[in-house]
């Protein structure tokens, strides 16, 4: 069992920036960032293979950026020039798989994080 710790979430006006981070209790091939608005499904926003294959959703290419730090098993998402419709929870997700769709997303969730809300004010 891998455990999924993120951080760094938090409130920002548009136009500003915010990072977060995911710690893992181990190494995993396939990270990323999924997030949820109340009544809607979860979606990818990026995830990257432990080889540096990065991978982003339309709706955050250009203003996020995807990251990790094998050494230290953590995940990273840079997140600028946010905008009020990136208002979500986000979670850190991790998958065996060194699947990678050009979506943002990995080949599947097989552990989560406890997710971390990011809001963005107009």
């Known amino acids: 069992q891998v455990q999924l710790v993120e951080s760094g979430g938090g409130s920002v006006q548009a136009g500003g920036s915010l990072r977060l981070s995911c710690a893992a209790s181990?190494?995993?091939?396939?990270m990323g960032w999924l997030r949820q608005v109340p009544g809607k499904e979860r979606e990818w926003v990026a995830a990257?293979?432990?080889?540096?294959?990065?991978s982003y959703a339309d709706s955050v290419k250009g203003r996020f950026t995807i990251s990790r730090d094998n050494a230290k098993n953590t995940l990273y998402l840079q997140m600028n020039n946010l905008k009020p419709e990136d208002t979500a929870m986000y979670y850190c997700?991790?998958?065996?798989?060194?699947?990678?769709?050009?979506?943002?997303?990995?080949?599947?969730?097989?552990?989560w994080g406890q997710g971390t809300q990011v809001t963005v004010s107009s």
């Open positions: 997700a991790a998958h065996s798989s060194s699947l990678v769709y050009s979506d943002g997303s990995c080949y599947g969730v097989k552990y």
């Open positions: 990257s293979l432990s080889d540096g294959i990065t």
């Open positions: 181990a190494h995993t091939v396939c």
